[in-house]
């Protein structure tokens, strides 16, 4: 029997990317609620996994978009009383961080780019980046970032201006800030709006740059994150097998 996964996805170009493949080739077909486009948060007890993608929006920002409340609310009813498997990607790292009693604000500088993510030894041991080594690389796409982890979060990893790149909660709740899920067309779709932080960060044109760079190495970024995936994924199914 599959899993039965929700998927929180707050824009329309913070899709699930590459992990739309993964659920295709492994016959999975999530529910993706989109709380942006105001679709209610569904009952949590209809579904194994939780995943919460990227989003353009910044967590403390509930004035501007109220539904954040109560999807914070969800993520901690689903780790901390459900105690059932999670994964958050950028906002959903964020949000998984601050709805648990951590800590994010914006980042003293911010990162676009493709880069390396170094894992720490706790992140070397965790069975999410089983077979990674000590670092992979992975597209960073961010403007405010974990600045304290949730009491009892471990860190796995960080990038080089990141201190904070994954983290883990217990045993099957995890967040990444970087966007292991990103397609060639994610820097398409994401450079338009983020336009002046990238003006800031690098000099004109990286955009063109960035895009070849992700696209000569999308092979191996597809590879990462079908390897996350099928980690995070044995995570999870053992969890709910030993629940």
């Known amino acids: 029997m599959s899993p039965r996964i929700a998927i929180f996805q707050h824009s329309p170009d913070c899709h699930p990317g590459t992990f739309a493949g993964h659920f295709a080739a492994d016959g999975i077909a999530p529910t993706v609620v989109k709380l942006d ?3 209610p948060i569904p ?4 579904f194994d996994i939780l995943m919460v993608m990227g989003g353009p929006m910044n967590v ?8 954040l409340k109560d999807e914070k609310a969800a993520i901690r009813e689903w780790v901390i009383e459900r105690d059932k498997p999670f ?18 604000g ?16 706790d992140g070397q041991r965790n069975p999410l980046y089983a077979g990674f080594g000590k670092k992979k690389r992975g597209l960073q796409w961010h403007g405010a970032e974990v600045k304290a982890l949730p009491p009892g979060g471990l860190v796995l990893a960080s990038s080089s201006d990141c201190p904070i ?22 820097v398409v779709d994401w450079s338009g709006p983020s336009q002046e ?3 800031r960060l690098h000099p004109p044109g990286f955009s063109g740059t960035l895009r070849t760079r992700v696209s000569e190495g999308f092979s191996e970024l597809l590879g990462n994150s079908r390897r996350v995936y099928d980690n995070f994924m044995q995570v999870a199914i053992e969890r709910m097998v030993y629940a």
């Open 197 to 199: 932080m990238l003006d």
């Open 106 to 121: 914006p980042a003293p500088r911010g990162e676009i780019n493709l880069l390396d993510i170094a894992l720490s030894e």
């Open 60 to 67: 403390w920002e509930e004035d501007r978009f109220p539904w």
């Open 87 to 104: 994964l958050g990607i950028c906002l959903g790292h964020q949000l998984l961080a601050e709805a648990l009693g951590g800590e994010v």
């Open 37 to 39: 486009e105001g679709k």
């Open 43 to 46: 009952d949590l007890g209809a």
């Open 165 to 186: 790149a994954a983290f883990a909660y217990g045993a099957s709740a995890f967040g990444l800030q970087y966007h292991v899920e990103a397609t060639e067309q994610s």
